[in-house]
């Protein structure tokens, strides 16, 4: 489910997908599938790329540094 380029809650989705972290504040026309995040996120000059990130194996909030998703802080 998608609202206004934020996610919302949907059975569908599994409880680590959308994962928390800042990458949300940035990144925008995101879905999840299982515990695959996709989304769109922009680098430091605004530009914005496609972007998947597995969150199974993050226990962390999820951060966008310069456009790449990462687990944990940039």
Do not use: I, M
Request: charged share 15%; aromatic share 6%; net charge negative.
């Amino acid at each position: 489910c998608v609202d206004s380029g934020t996610l919302c809650d949907s059975s569908a989705q599994s409880d680590s997908c959308p994962p928390p972290g800042s990458w949300s504040e940035s990144c925008v026309n995101s879905s999840c599938s299982g515990s695959t995040l996709k989304t769109d996120c922009p680098d430091s000059s605004g530009v914005k790329y496609g972007r998947s990130f597995n969150t199974s194996a993050c226990f962390e909030d999820v951060s966008n540094c310069n456009s790449e998703l990462t687990c944990g802080g940039c």
